[in-house]
């Protein structure tokens, strides 16, 4: 059982990354996911939510109108597309799938990716 984070990078300030997270040996489907980010020092940040039961994504006001979470059950695959990046968007990105109600609550993640880094230069 795994998520396998792919799509982390070098960018500058402006340009677009697109994050994949794809998942094995369970149903992604049936979980809500979460987007989650971290810089040295600071403690994971959820940035994007959706739940498993449809419904509006949910985004942190840093990212809000930057970044889009979906996913594509068929692929049992889940995404980050990031435009517009800023430098202070450099940290190591997370996937994360949950059982119930998405949350931006870290301890309530039942699998993780291994992070994928993404620095943004100016």
């Known amino acids: 059982v795994q998520l396998q984070a792919s799509g982390g990078g070098l960018v500058q300030a402006g340009g677009s990354l697109r994050l994949s997270c794809a998942a094995s040996?369970?149903?992604?489907?049936?979980?809500?996911i979460g987007w989650f980010r971290q810089v040295p020092g600071k403690d994971r940040e959820g940035i994007s939510l959706?739940?498993?039961?449809?419904?509006?994504?949910f985004y942190r006001d840093s990212v809000k109108g930057r970044f889009t979470i979906s996913r594509d059950n068929a692929k049992n695959t889940m995404y980050l597309q990031m435009n517009s990046l800023k430098p202070e968007d450099t940290a190591v990105y997370y996937c994360?799938?949950?059982?119930?109600?998405?949350?931006?609550?870290?301890?309530?993640?039942?699998?993780w990716g291994q992070g994928t880094q993404v620095t943004v230069s100016s």
């Open positions: 994360a799938a949950k059982l119930g109600s998405a949350t931006f609550l870290v301890y309530e993640y039942d699998y």
């Open positions: 040996g369970f149903t992604l489907a049936y979980y809500s």
């Open positions: 959706m739940s498993n039961s449809g419904g509006r994504p």
